[in-house]
Structure formats: structure tokens, C-alpha cells
């Protein structure tokens, strides 16, 4: 190894140095053109994305006032009305999701990430079950949201006859969401400084205490940002929640009630009626919505770095 | 060395890593109320031996051991995991304080096993942080996190840590090699005070701290098969003036390592 390193050098030195000085001027050349280049798609992706982002709102502002949101829609060709009762199922359907796959994905990624990883190395059954589990995590993270949709409907909707109702919508919402959970509960816990659980360990607290009053503070923030992550991902889900919450216009009034959501509203309003305009104001709360959500994890997570370096 | 009480006691120890045999029938006794300096090249095993006392080496996948551990003449492995960890304290090379405040960071142990009364709680920590000689800089932010003191004050904040839950041993693996030359005077005077009333095992990698600060000095090498072994031990005076074995007196020379 050491003698071919040598060599190479060798041969190097004696031809480049007259070279470099011819090249300089075609390197800086290069240099531009890959800068350019990069710099054009840059400008591409963030300019076709902040289009569109100004299209929709710009046109979705033309309706939206405050008695777009706090009529219902009256539903018809027309689709006059507002999108009060869209919006009430969506905070319903976030709370619903949110309520039953917090808990779940949570158990699970602590599991995984702190229980499964010691029998890691172990033989047989459970190494088996852990590492079906994680490509499973993997795997529903990558299915269409239709499939889950298609899943939900068989199963709520149909089988336990839940009907087109917000527990159907919940529940099938849930197990969309349980993935991205897991995926950033278990990364926030990795994260977690190995010398904090030794620290905690060596004082003789348990595995359970050294978990609870240790690993899960600090791995909070981007637990909590995993959370949030998952309730944007209900708030513009459309596919899985037409095939299980139904197009119900009015107010849902409970679990069994059917509905729509805003993202469903939208994709009603464009396909079913002629209120273009009123499926883009729609839209824009939506993307508006979206954008706050992301600008709290923002914060959060900068929290997070701050947490973790004593601020 | 007010006494000269075994406090540790090691027979025959083996200890392997799957197949990898990292420690070779290590045989010692440790007196109490004494600093032992365990001294050694890199790799030899040194830390591993040290985590042997509170069974932190379990939590390493793979990790068999052979051969007896006793702490007063009782076998470690005998004695319930959470018991002897609270018995044998340790202070880990890189300052770990939990990211908490000082307070919490203290009460954690005491919290940990049962105590919830708030007044003894705040006695504990005042004690606590008084004997790691930390009290006197934080008694008016007990409620600062841990995080945001100095890496010195951070490494007296994990000894006072491991103060509040009384231990009789306290490890300590390179406590200061993250420290500034002030900071690891400020720990060395410290351990001068608790060896009154605790026995001290430390890891290493300084000669002079080793010297001036321990009692008795463990030296380590390793085998050409890499597994580590106890080549020498004694009172650190004999260690550093009149080492038996020619590896000793080259490794504190400084001929290697």
C-alpha cells in the first residue's frame, strides 16, 4: 500500500505542476458552469414551488372572508356555502388520529429503540419479530395512502361496520400516521446521548426509570415534532379519508357521524362542483395551515439544540 | 491510608467480548478508604475492569465474565444490579449531567430510589453538592440547568450525583481528561477529601496524576493476543520508585504507551 502510494506520487509530481498552470483557466470554467447549473435548478425547484404556493393563495383570498369560514357548505352544483363544518371534521380527525397513534407509535419506538435493541444480538424468535417490525415501520412508510384508505375501508367500515364515520376515518388515519411517528420517535431517541443513560443507569436507577425521567425528556422535542409532522400529515391526507369518512356536509356531531375534511372538500369542490374558486380558498387555508405547523417545528427543534447545549 | 481494609477483592477474572478475551485472570485486592489508580497503555482494558465493579459491562452485548468479584467479601454478582450501582458510584470520562437543572440533576438518585420528601431532598443536594465542593458556586441557581456550568463544574456536579445516593465506592474513569489543568487540580483535591470516607478506584492516562494523587497505582498491559492483564501492583510510592517488572519501568518512564 504504502509503496503504490509512493509511486503514484512520484509520477505526479513530475507531470503536474506545468499542467496546473495551463488548467487553471478551464478549472475555473468548470467551476462556474457547475455553480451555474446548480444554481438554476436551485431557482427552478423553489421558484415552480413558491408559484404555486402564490397562485392558490392569491387566488384563494378572492373568497375566503370570515363568512367563508363559519357558513357550512350548502352543498349542490353550484357549491355555495362556506367550509365551517370541513373544517370542525378536521380538527375532529386530527384529534382522533392523534389520540390513538401518539401513544402506540411512541410504545412502539421506545421499544424498539431501547428494549429491542438489547436482544439485538440474541437468537431466534424475537430478533426475528423486531427486525419484521422495523421492516415493516419501513415499508408502510413507503404504501400509497389509497392502500391505507382501501385497508380502513375493509376493515372499519365494512367488516367492525363503523360505516363512513370519524372513528372509520380515525382509526385508518392512525395507522397512516403510526409510521412517521415511530420513525421520528425512534430517531429522537437514538439521539439521545449514550453517557445520559449510563449516567442514569450507574445510579442505580432502572431501565424504566432511566427511560421515563431521563430518555424520554430529552427526547421530547422531536418526539413532539414527529407528532406534529404526523397531524399535517392527517390535515392534507385526502385518499384514505374519501374511502372512510364519506362526503357528509353537515356538522358531525360525534364518533359515528360522517363528514369531510378540508383536503376532501377541496378535491369535491374541483371534481363535483363549478366553485373553482371556493376549492382554492380552500386549498390556501390549507397550505397556510401547513406552514405554521412547519414553522412550530422549526422552533422546536432549534429548542432542541439549544436543550441539549445548556441554554 | 487510614486503613488498610480490603474493600475490593478480584480473583482469577476473566472477561471476553463474544470471542475476544479483553481481560486475562485479573487478581487484586483494593483496600478501603484508599485511592487506587488503575494506569496502563491504551487498550489494555483498563475502563472494562473499571465498569466490572458496577456491572456497567452488561449492558454491552456479548460480555461474559469468569472468575469472582467481591466487594467485602461478597460477590458483586450476587448482590442486586440496582443495590450495588447505587453502593458503587461512578464518574464517567466526558461530564454527563442530565439536562436538568443542578438541583434535579442531584435529587435524581435519591428520587430514583424512593425518597420523596422535599425537605430531606433539599438536604441531600445541599450536602451533596457541599461535598463535591460545588455548593458555594450554585447555592443561588440550584434551578440553573447542570448544562450550562463549566466542564469542570459539570464533572464536580456528576461526583455530587453520585454522592446523594451514599455510596461506599466511587469509580471514576479519566474523570479529568476533558478538564483544564485548574479544573483537574480542583478534582484531585476533592478525591483527596472523599477518600476519608470513600474508596476511590480511578482510570488514568496521566502519570503525574496518577503519582500524586493515588495510593495505590494498578499497572495494566496487554498480551500479544491484545487481552489486558495486571502486570503490577502496589503502593503507588513502589510503583513509581521501585517497580518490580521492567514494563512497569519503562511505561512510567515514558518509553512507551
Given at each position: 500500500?504504502?509503496?503504490?502510494?509512493?509511486?503514484?506520487?512520484?509520477?505526479?509530481?513530475?507531470?503536474?505542476?506545468?499542467?496546473?498552470?495551463?488548467?487553471?483557466?478551464?478549472?475555473?470554467?468548470?467551476?462556474?458552469?457547475?455553480?451555474?447549473?446548480?444554481?438554476?435548478?436551485?431557482?427552478?425547484?423553489?421558484?415552480?414551488?413558491?408559484?404555486?404556493?402564490?397562485?392558490?393563495?392569491?387566488?384563494?383570498?378572492?373568497?375566503?372572508?370570515?363568512?367563508?369560514?363559519?357558513?357550512?357548505?350548502?352543498?349542490?352544483?353550484?357549491?355555495?356555502?362556506?367550509?365551517?363544518?370541513?373544517?370542525?371534521?378536521?380538527?375532529?380527525?386530527?384529534?382522533?388520529?392523534?389520540?390513538?397513534?401518539?401513544?402506540?407509535?411512541?410504545?412502539?419506538?421506545?421499544?424498539?429503540?431501547?428494549?429491542?435493541?438489547?436482544?439485538?444480538?440474541?437468537?431466534?424468535?424475537?430478533?426475528?419479530?423486531?427486525?419484521?417490525?422495523?421492516?415493516?415501520?419501513?415499508?408502510?412508510?413507503?404504501?400509497?395512502?389509497?392502500?391505507?384508505?382501501?385497508?380502513?375501508?375493509?376493515?372499519?367500515?365494512?367488516?367492525?361496520?363503523?360505516?363512513?364515520?370519524?372513528?372509520?376515518?380515525?382509526?385508518?388515519?392512525?395507522?397512516?400516521?403510526?409510521?412517521?411517528?415511530?420513525?421520528?420517535?425512534?430517531?429522537?431517541?437514538?439521539?439521545?446521548?449514550?453517557?445520559?443513560?449510563?449516567?442514569?443507569?450507574a445510579l442505580g436507577?432502572?431501565?424504566?426509570?432511566?427511560?421515563?425521567?431521563?430518555?424520554?425528556?430529552?427526547?421530547?422535542?422531536?418526539?413532539?415534532?414527529?407528532?406534529?409532522?404526523?397531524?399535517?400529515?392527517?390535515?392534507?391526507?385526502?385518499?384514505?379519508?374519501?374511502?372512510?369518512?364519506?362526503?357528509?356536509?353537515?356538522?358531525?356531531?360525534?364518533?359515528?357521524?360522517?363528514?369531510?375534511?378540508?383536503?376532501?372538500?377541496?378535491?369535491?369542490?374541483?371534481?363535483?362542483?363549478?366553485?373553482?374558486?371556493?376549492?382554492?380558498?380552500?386549498?390556501?387555508?390549507?397550505?397556510?395551515?401547513?406552514?405554521?405547523?412547519?414553522?412550530?417545528?422549526?422552533?422546536?427543534?432549534?429548542?432542541?439544540?439549544?436543550?441539549?447545549?445548556?441554554? | 491510608?487510614?486503613?488498610?481494609?480490603?474493600k475490593l477483592?478480584?480473583?482469577?477474572?476473566?472477561?471476553?467480548?463474544?470471542?475476544?478475551?479483553?481481560?486475562?485472570?485479573?487478581?487484586?485486592?483494593?483496600?478501603?478508604?484508599?485511592?487506587?489508580?488503575?494506569?496502563?497503555?491504551?487498550?489494555?482494558?483498563?475502563?472494562?475492569?473499571?465498569?466490572?465493579f458496577n456491572r456497567?459491562?452488561?449492558?454491552?452485548?456479548?460480555?461474559?465474565?469468569?472468575?469472582?468479584?467481591?466487594m467485602e467479601?461478597q460477590?458483586i454478582?450476587?448482590i442486586d444490579v440496582v443495590e450495588l450501582r447505587r453502593r458503587v458510584g461512578m464518574?464517567?470520562?466526558?461530564?454527563?449531567?442530565?439536562?436538568?437543572?443542578?438541583?434535579?440533576?442531584?435529587?435524581?438518585?435519591?428520587?430514583?430510589h424512593?425518597?420523596?420528601?422535599?425537605?430531606?431532598?433539599?438536604?441531600?443536594?445541599?450536602?451533596?453538592?457541599?461535598?463535591?465542593?460545588?455548593?458555594?458556586?450554585?447555592?443561588?441557581?440550584?434551578?440553573?440547568?447542570?448544562?450550562?456550568?463549566?466542564?469542570?463544574?459539570?464533572?464536580?456536579?456528576?461526583?455530587?450525583?453520585a454522592?446523594?445516593v451514599e455510596p461506599e465506592i466511587i469509580l471514576?474513569?479519566?474523570?479529568?481528561?476533558?478538564?483544564?489543568?485548574?479544573?483537574?487540580?480542583?478534582?484531585?483535591?476533592?478525591?483527596?477529601?472523599?477518600?476519608?470516607?470513600y474508596t476511590?478506584?480511578?482510570?488514568?492516562?496521566?502519570?503525574?496524576?496518577?503519582?500524586?494523587?493515588?495510593?495505590?497505582?494498578?499497572?495494566?498491559?496487554?498480551?500479544?493476543?491484545?487481552?489486558?492483564?495486571?502486570?503490577?501492583?502496589?503502593?503507588?510510592?513502589?510503583?513509581?520508585?521501585?517497580?518490580?517488572?521492567?514494563?512497569?519501568?519503562?511505561?512510567?518512564?515514558?518509553?512507551?504507551?
Open positions: 500500500m504504502v509503496d503504490k502510494a509512493e509511486i503514484m506520487m512520484d509520477t505526479v509530481a513530475q507531470t503536474s505542476i506545468q499542467e496546473l498552470r495551463s488548467n487553471i483557466a478551464r478549472r475555473h470554467l468548470i467551476q462556474k458552469l457547475a455553480f451555474g447549473t446548480l444554481w438554476a435548478a436551485a431557482l427552478a425547484a423553489v421558484g415552480m414551488l413558491l408559484a404555486i404556493t402564490f397562485y392558490v393563495i392569491f387566488n384563494g383570498f378572492q373568497v375566503i372572508n370570515w363568512e367563508f369560514l363559519t357558513t357550512p357548505p350548502a352543498g349542490g352544483l353550484g357549491g355555495e356555502g362556506g367550509i365551517s363544518t370541513t373544517i370542525v371534521a378536521t380538527i375532529y380527525l386530527v384529534g382522533i388520529t392523534t389520540t390513538i397513534a401518539t401513544p402506540l407509535g411512541i410504545g412502539a419506538a421506545i421499544y424498539l429503540a431501547e428494549y429491542a435493541s438489547e436482544i439485538r444480538g440474541a437468537r431466534g424468535v424475537m430478533k426475528t419479530v423486531v427486525n419484521v417490525v422495523r421492516f415493516g415501520v419501513e415499508t408502510l412508510n413507503g404504501v400509497p395512502s389509497i392502500v391505507f384508505g382501501l385497508f380502513g375501508f375493509a376493515l372499519f367500515v365494512t367488516t367492525l361496520q363503523f360505516g363512513f364515520s370519524l372513528l372509520s376515518a380515525g382509526l385508518a388515519g392512525a395507522c397512516l400516521v403510526l409510521p412517521v411517528i415511530i420513525r421520528a420517535s425512534e430517531e429522537a431517541l437514538y439521539a439521545v446521548p449514550r453517557g445520559l443513560r449510563e449516567g442514569s443507569l436507577a432502572t431501565k424504566w426509570q432511566t427511560t421515563w425521567k431521563v430518555v424520554l425528556p430529552a427526547a421530547a422535542p422531536g418526539i413532539i415534532t414527529g407528532v406534529i409532522l404526523s397531524v399535517g400529515r392527517i390535515i392534507s391526507e385526502t385518499a384514505v379519508f374519501y374511502v372512510t369518512l364519506g362526503g357528509s356536509l353537515r356538522m358531525p356531531t360525534g364518533l359515528m357521524s360522517g363528514g369531510r375534511s378540508m383536503a376532501l372538500h377541496v378535491f369535491y369542490l374541483a371534481t363535483e362542483t363549478r366553485a373553482f374558486d371556493k376549492s382554492m380558498g380552500t386549498g390556501a387555508i390549507l397550505i397556510i395551515t401547513i406552514v405554521l405547523i412547519n414553522l412550530t417545528i422549526n422552533i422546536l427543534s432549534r429548542r432542541l439544540s439549544a436543550r441539549l447545549s445548556g441554554g | 491510608m487510614t486503613s488498610t481494609r480490603t477483592e478480584v480473583n482469577d477474572y476473566f472477561l471476553y467480548y463474544g470471542d475476544f478475551k479483553a481481560l486475562d485472570s485479573i487478581s487484586v485486592e483494593m483496600p478501603e478508604r484508599a485511592i487506587t489508580a488503575i494506569i496502563g497503555p491504551s487498550g489494555c482494558g483498563k475502563s472494562t475492569f473499571l465498569r466490572s456497567m459491562n452488561e449492558l454491552i452485548l456479548g460480555v461474559r465474565t469468569e472468575g469472582a468479584v467481591k467479601s460477590d454478582f450476587s464518574v464517567f470520562q466526558k461530564p454527563n449531567p442530565f439536562p436538568k437543572s443542578i438541583y434535579d440533576n442531584v435529587a435524581y438518585g435519591p428520587r430514583a424512593g425518597i420523596r420528601d422535599r425537605a430531606q431532598l433539599d438536604e441531600i443536594v445541599e450536602k451533596s453538592l457541599r461535598r463535591a465542593a460545588l455548593w458555594n458556586e450554585v447555592k443561588d441557581d440550584l434551578h440553573k440547568s447542570g448544562l450550562a456550568l463549566s466542564g469542570g463544574q459539570q464533572q464536580r456536579l456528576c461526583i455530587a450525583r454522592l446523594a471514576m474513569d479519566e474523570p479529568a481528561s476533558a478538564l483544564d489543568p485548574i479544573a483537574t487540580l480542583k478534582i484531585e483535591e476533592l478525591m483527596q477529601e472523599l477518600k476519608e470516607d476511590i478506584v480511578i482510570v488514568t492516562h496521566n502519570m503525574q496524576q496518577a503519582a500524586r494523587a493515588s495510593d495505590y497505582t494498578a499497572f495494566f498491559m496487554m498480551h500479544d493476543d491484545r487481552s489486558g492483564y495486571l502486570n503490577e501492583f502496589g503502593p503507588t510510592k513502589k510503583i513509581f520508585t521501585a517497580p518490580e517488572n521492567k514494563e512497569t519501568e519503562d511505561y512510567i518512564t515514558g518509553r512507551f504507551g
